[in-house]
């Protein structure tokens, strides 16, 4: 079992920035991703950004050089720095984790909102 704890989100004027983060606790040695998605309103929960434990990272196209996802191996953690806030990324967030078998777990989500 897997838990993820997310903080970070909140209120912001677009243009903005933000920093979310993840805390992964339990059975976590089979760590095989960590990353972010998101779901707005009416739409599908659709991939930001995640972290390979290889150390590659990937991003959704719409977040491509305005956010930045991080992993902090000692705190088995992963952030996510978004700047360049637009209100079309005004959504839930969600932390992921996969191991290596391909169990799965999310976080509660934690909720970000751009406007002024």
């Known amino acids: 079992q897997v838990r993820l704890v997310e903080s970070g989100g909140g209120l912001v004027q677009p243009g903005g920035s933000l920093r979310l983060s993840c805390a992964a606790s339990g059975s976590t040695s089979n760590t095989a991703t960590m990353g972010w998605y998101r779901q707005a309103p009416g739409a599908e929960r659709e991939l930001v950004a995640v972290w390979f434990s290889s150390g590659v990272t990937k991003y959704g196209s719409s977040v491509e050089g305005r956010f930045t996802i991080s992993r902090e191996n000692a705190e088995n953690s992963v952030y996510l720095q978004m700047n360049s806030l637009k209100p079309e990324d005004t959504a839930v967030y969600y932390c992921?984790?996969?191991?290596?078998?391909?169990?799965?777990?999310w976080g509660q989500g934690t909720r970000v909102t751009v406007s002024s």
């Open positions: 992921n984790w996969r191991s290596w078998r391909n169990d799965e777990y």
